[in-house]
């Protein structure tokens, strides 16, 4: 008996002292390097179950959660697959985010993943998921705003989500295009709280800023 509670202190020690410390930081930046070379589904797959192993060591961070829910909605985008197979995916990426949210409910990123996780499940289906799933999407990143105005990725995902209501009822998108332009022109300002933490959507405002040109020349 005392073997075992010996035991279990010794992994209950190694795991408090993972989650947060240098090792922890380790783990997370190789899985970041293998996540920034990913181009495939089965990579996106790969590096999601780098991150699932940290996330099961290091129990109370959320950024392992976070990028594990990316890795799945990455999939659910670019996978040429059925809509079933889409949704497995998000399926996957919402045990994440619901893990995610338990852990950081007062950080904007967390519900800027969260809209996009909405955005993912309405891509699959718009004509039938429109309204609910984009709803949802902007409820998600009106919280992560709400949090911290100037977070370039929930400004992105709100002028993304802007952008396709309108061009679905055929208004105007000038307006939008250059909140587009002034976010990824002000996107180097924001700064980056560590090594680890999320520095996507640059490269996002500029594709947005591209079509807006794109469309503008048609």
Not at 25 to 53: H, I, T, Y
Not at 63 to 75: E, Q, T
Not at 173 to 191: N, R
Request: aromatic share 10%; glycine share 8%.
């Amino acid at each position: 008996m005392k073997r075992t509670l010996l035991l279990v202190g010794i992994l209950f020690v190694g795991i408090t002292s993972f989650a947060g410390g240098p090792e922890y930081e380790k783990a997370m930046g190789q899985a970041l390097v293998k996540f920034e070379k990913c181009q495939s589904a089965p990579d996106f797959r790969e590096a999601a179950n780098q991150f699932e192993r940290i996330a099961n060591v290091a129990q109370g961070e959320w950024l392992p959660s976070y990028y594990r829910a990316h890795c799945f909605i990455i999939m659910s985008f670019i996978d040429k697959v059925d809509g079933e197979t889409k949704d497995t995916y998000l399926d996957e990426a919402e045990k994440s985010i619901t893990k995610m949210l338990e852990l950081a409910p007062d950080e904007s990123e967390a519900h800027t993943m969260h809209a996009f996780y909405y955005s993912g499940r309405l891509v699959v289906d718009p004509g039938t998921r429109g309204m609910k799933f984009g709803m949802l999407s902007g409820q998600a990143v009106g919280k992560a705003l709400k949090l911290d105005p100037n977070n370039p990725r929930a400004q992105y995902m709100q002028i993304q989500n802007e952008m396709g209501k309108a061009q679905f009822f055929g208004k105007d998108i000038t307006e939008l295009c250059q909140q587009a332009k002034i976010a990824h022109d002000k996107f180097d300002e924001y700064p980056v709280v560590s090594k680890i933490h999320p520095t996507w959507g640059k490269r996002e405002l500029q594709n947005l800023s591209t079509s807006c040109n794109t469309e503008s020349h048609d």
